[in-house]
């Protein structure tokens, strides 16, 4: 099958480009967060504070990484659950927020954040994180050290196999594919 | 009698641990690479391709296969006749969990408190369920569970008018509702019977069977192979993508049960349901 390459930052350019169900290589910097590091963003713009990073074009990678071992850049690293992000995403989208990189469906809330804003949703093989481990080749801690696995890494990525999954344009890949490939006639 | 030292068991764990985290269950490694030839969609087989080819990495760096590493479910199966000595067992169960998960650079995925959610740093405490057996027997299993699969999962108290139709629906929507979220393939695991607490515990313990085989009981194993046939047909595919994949295999386990109740308990293991056992 073949891969697209695209380099961060994104902008608007790029991202109209994508469409649901490119198989993407993914290069440049990007940024991790998850569950509790999204509610300290959100608590930080609650209180009038910057975010931690530049949220203008960027891309968050939904992922708590292993610890690595000496001589690694970091341990495995796939996906988490994109759903758990969902309610803290909209207004980070509405920032500048351009990509965003785990697995799972999305809330409507987010769907249409994506749509109004142009942001792009790609998904990474779940529970690949030994594999994707191999495309990071640097990381250093952003903030929220405290949070352990939950700190807000920078990864630098080269080749990072993602797919996109939900486009700016609303196509949502989990539904047309499913759909194909229902052989069920009962349900 | 047997003697068991507490620290001999600390061992074990911890090298059960780091193993069942670096090196997928050899049935489901196969089960995969055979799904690759049978996959009708082309990116379906290419996500199982690279579903492998994690396995392998995994396998040979010596590295987690999936960096949700889990909270440790162990299961303990001790004889009768066994005397655990020098340390109480299941203080050298969570000491095991610690240096397995510090030693194997394991990510440490368990919070102290479900509300103000602290995480323990050191992945304990493990789940641990004991099971009393007969004579000298002394087994030790741990199956460190992701939460992808697990949020997925679902237990719902039927009526038992609601029957193998009930059940079947029941299952089909959970699996088909969990979607991409479960990280399929899947095994599923069920629970049928007992009450609203046993069946959830049968449905995990079906998760350890072997994929390929069946349950003794014949009635059971035919509702294994349609459950696993339908499941196949929903659409759902390699990681929600769409395909002919969504379980590797079906497993069911049943206790008798209330003459009013029919629970039912659906446990979801991804396609890392990873798992280790020694033999003391």
Do not use: W
């Not at chain 1, 509405?94 to 769907?111: A, D, F, H, P, T």
């Not at chain 2, 350890?208 to 294994?224: F, Y």
């Not at chain 2, 049960?257 to 990873?274: E, F, K």
Request: charge should be negative.
């Amino acid at each position: 099958m073949m891969y697209k390459k695209v380099t961060t930052p994104l902008d608007e350019g790029i991202v109209n480009q994508l469409k649901a169900g490119d198989l993407i290589l993914l290069s440049g910097e990007i940024y991790t967060a998850r569950d509790e590091a999204h509610k300290r963003m959100i608590e930080s713009l609650n209180r009038g504070e910057k975010l931690p990073f530049e949220i203008r074009n960027s891309v968050i990678y939904y992922v708590g990484p292993c610890p690595p071992k000496p001589g690694q850049v970091v341990g495995s690293c796939g996906p988490t659950t994109s759903g758990r992000m969902d309610k803290y995403t909209p207004v980070l989208i509405e920032l500048g927020l351009k990509g965003m990189i785990g697995k799972g469906y999305r809330s409507k809330e987010v769907i249409e954040a994506m749509k109004k804003y142009k942001a792009v949703y790609f998904t990474a093989i779940g529970g690949a994180g030994a594999l994707l481990a191999q495309k990071v080749k640097k990381a250093e801690i952003v903030a929220y050290e405290d949070l352990g696995t939950e700190a807000i890494y920078k990864f630098l990525v080269e080749d990072l196999p993602v797919i996109v999954t939900i486009d700016i344009y609303g196509n949502n890949l989990y539904e047309i594919e499913r759909e194909k490939y229902k052989t069920n006639l009962k349900r | 009698m047997k003697v068991i030292e507490a620290k001999k068991i600390t061992e074990i764990v911890k090298l059960l641990c780091i193993e069942a985290n670096y090196e997928l269950p050899q049935d489901i490694f196969e089960s995969l690479k055979e799904r690759i030839k049978e996959e009708t969609s082309p990116l379906g087989r290419e996500i199982l391709k690279d579903i492998v080819a994690n396995a392998e990495i995994a396998k040979t760096q010596r590295m987690p296969i999936c960096q949700d590493t889990g909270i440790v479910v162990v299961f303990v199966e001790i004889g009768q006749e066994v005397h655990i000595v020098n340390g109480n067992l299941e203080e050298a169960i969570n000491e095991g969990v610690r240096l397995g998960y510090e030693e194997g650079y394991l990510r440490k995925s368990v919070v102290k408190s479900p509300i103000l959610r602290i995480n323990t740093g050191d992945n304990t405490p493990a789940i641990i369920h004991y099971h009393i057996c007969e004579g000298n027997r002394f087994s030790i299993t741990v199956m460190p569970k992701g939460a992808g699969s697990e949020n997925m999962s679902a237990l719902k108290m039927l009526k038992p008018s609601d029957g193998v139709e009930g059940i079947k629906n029941f299952v089909i929507e959970t699996v088909e509702k969990a979607g991409p979220n479960a990280c399929p393939p899947s095994i599923v695991g069920i629970g049928i019977g007992g009450d609203f607490e046993l069946a959830p515990y049968l449905a995990k313990k079906a998760l350890l069977r072997k994929v390929g085989e069946r349950n003794t009981d014949e009635v059971i194993a035919q509702l294994e192979e349609e459950l696993l046939q339908e499941i196949n047909t929903l659409g759902v595919g390699p990681q929600g993508l769409g395909g002919s994949t969504t379980a590797l295999d079906v497993h069911i386990e049943t206790y008798p049960t209330h003459i009013a109740s029919l629970p039912v308990a659906v446990n979801l293991g991804c396609h890392v349901t990873r798992h280790a056992t020694f033999v003391l």
